[in-house]
């Protein structure tokens, strides 16, 4: 993790939702396995960040029932373009965006050092 991924995660409410952003988070049984954030960047565009599910909760579809809801409130919210970045390691969180549409783009700079993909999907 980098000094970007920290600040996100260790205040939340300030970076993510103060600014307008939503956290999305994957229950079973009443317990959390997975997570998203939808961090704004201006009216029309939101980031997809910070996905993750719970290694004991991989393999049950939870990364695409985060993936579905996270398209339809960055729709509720008037978006018209979801962006990521990520990293080609990630190869099945990668393999997922693209299922959904996620297409390859040139983002410009990324303030994450290990970012060496940027993605996008038209809404």
């Known amino acids: 993790m980098e000094e970007a991924d920290y600040k ?7 970076n993510i939702i103060d600014k307008g952003g939503v956290i999305l988070i ?11 954030a939808l961090k704004f960047m201006t009216d029309t565009c939101y980031e997809l960040a910070k996905m993750a599910v719970s290694p004991l909760a991989q393999g049950r579809g939870i990364g695409k029932t985060l993936m579905e809801a996270a398209i339809q409130q960055a729709r509720d919210l008037g978006a018209n373009r979801l962006f990521i970045e990520s990293n080609t390691a990630l190869a099945t969180a990668i393999a ?3 299922k959904y549409g996620f297409v390859e783009i040139d983002g410009g700079k990324s303030p994450y050092e290990r970012c060496d993909i940027q993605l996008e999907l038209l809404l």
């Open 96 to 98: 997922l965006y693209k």
């Open 26 to 36: 994957a229950l079973l049984d009443g317990v959390p396995i997975g997570t998203c």
């Open 8 to 14: 996100a995660l260790d205040y939340p409410q300030e």
